[in-house]
C-alpha cells in the first residue's frame, strides 16, 4: 500500500526513483542512489513537502477503534482522536500510525480492541517507544474482508542498570525510538548538515546525492546497531492468532486478565553488604583474639617448667 499510494503521488516528481526514496538498497554503492527532491510541481522541489504529500493519513486506514473492558461499558476511538494516536515514518515500516492507551483507560481493566479497518496494513505490537523493536509484523488484506482474532500475551520486565556491562535507562518518560531520532539528527547535522527523510525535525533534509548518501549512512547504521541504550523496563510480547472469518473488516485482539511481571534487583544493598562484612571481620578477630589468649598462657606455662 504504501509503494502504490507513494508512486501515485511522486511519479512526477521522482520518476523511477521513487521507489528509492522510500526503500533504499542496503548496496550504497549501487546506482540506485537516494533522490530526495524532483522537478515538476511546486512540492516536488521541497524534499519537506515532499513528505507530507507521501504521508499516508490515519482516516485512510481505519474507520474506528473500539475499547472493551472486563467490568465496563466500551469505547469508540477515532482517527481524529488525536490523543489516541502517535505518526512516525521509518525507512522500513513507511507511514506508521502507534494506537497509544492514555493511563486512564489502562487503570479500567482492558479487555480487547476491535479495529474496523478500511484498507490493507501491515501492523505490529511493540514495547512503548520502542516500535524498531525486533519481532514479526503481520499483514492484513482489506480484499479478504476478514475478521482476524488474535490472543495477546505478554510478560513486563523491571531490570536493573548495570552501567558497566549492560547499561539501561530507568526513565518511565524514556523512549528509545526518539533518543535514536534525536542521535539520527545530531550527527546528521555535525557531518553534513543535512538529515534524512526519516527523522521527527525535516527542515533540513538532504538536497545533494553526496551528502543524501552520507546522512543515509548514519541512519541505517544507527537502525542496524543502535547507539541508544534500552529502557530497563520494558515489554515482551507474543501475538497468537486464532480465527480468521470472512465478510466483515475487522482486527481484534483479546488481552490476558493477568500477565507475568519479571523484576531485577540486588540480592545485598549497599548498608547489607557492609554489615556483613562487618559480621564477619567482627568472627574473624574474635577468633583471633581468644587464639592470642592461648598463646600467652601456653607461653607461661612453658616458662614455669624451665624454671622449675
Known amino acids: 500500500m504504501w509503494s502504490q ?12 526513483n521513487f521507489n528509492v526514496f522510500f526503500s533504499f538498497s542496503s548496496d550504497l554503492k549501487s546506482k540506485r542512489e537516494p533522490k530526495w527532491i524532483g522537478e515538476g510541481a511546486e512540492y516536488c522541489k521541497n524534499p519537506k513537502s515532499i513528505m507530507e504529500k507521501a504521508k499516508i493519513h490515519l482516516t485512510e486506514i481505519i474507520e474506528r477503534v473500539k475499547i472493551g473492558y472486563f467490568h465496563t461499558t466500551i469505547d469508540m476511538i477515532y482517527p481524529t482522536n488525536q490523543s489516541f494516536w502517535k505518526f512516525s515514518d521509518d525507512k522500513e515500516l513507511g507511514s506508521c500510525h502507534t494506537f497509544v492507551i492514555p493511563k486512564s483507560h489502562e487503570r479500567k481493566q482492558i479487555q ?11 501492523w505490529k505490537i511493540n514495547s512503548p517507544g520502542d516500535i524498531n523493536l525486533r519481532g514479526g509484523k503481520y499483514h492484513y488484506n482489506i480484499s479478504d474482508r476478514s475478521n482476524q482474532k488474535h490472543n495477546i500475551n505478554y510478560e513486563v520486565y523491571h531490570m536493573l542498570n548495570y552501567a558497566n556491562d549492560q547499561p539501561c535507562v530507568d526513565d518511565s518518560y524514556y523512549e528509545k525510538d526518539s533518543c535514536s531520532d534525536d542521535l539520527i539528527f545530531k550527527e546528521s547535522m555535525e557531518e553534513v548538515n543535512c538529515t534524512w527523510p526519516f527523522v521527527k525535525n525535516k527542515n533540513h533534509i538532504c538536497t545533494d546525492k553526496d551528502s543524501a548518501i552520507e546522512a543515509m549512512e548514519i541512519g541505517i547504521d544507527e537502525r542496524r546497531r543502535p547507539k541508544c541504550p534500552n529502557p530497563c523496563n520494558y515489554i515482551k510480547v507474543i501475538t497468537i492468532p486464532i480465527s480468521k472469518n470472512r465478510n466483515v473488516n475487522f482486527l481484534k485482539f483479546f488481552l490476558p486478565d493477568s500477565i507475568k511481571v519479571h523484576k531485577a534487583y540486588y540480592a545485598y544493598d549497599e548498608v547489607s553488604l557492609i554489615a556483613e562484612i562487618g559480621g564477619y571481620v567482627g568472627l574473624f578477630l574474635g577468633s583471633s583474639v581468644y587464639q592470642i589468649t592461648d598463646l600467652l598462657d601456653w607461653l607461661i606455662d612453658s616458662w614455669k617448667r624451665h624454671q622449675a
Do not use: A, H
Open 5 to 16: 499510494i507513494v508512486g501515485f503521488l511522486l511519479d512526477n516528481c521522482l520518476g523511477e
Open 112 to 122: 480487547k480492541f476491535e479495529f474496523v479497518m478500511k484498507s490493507s496494513v501491515y
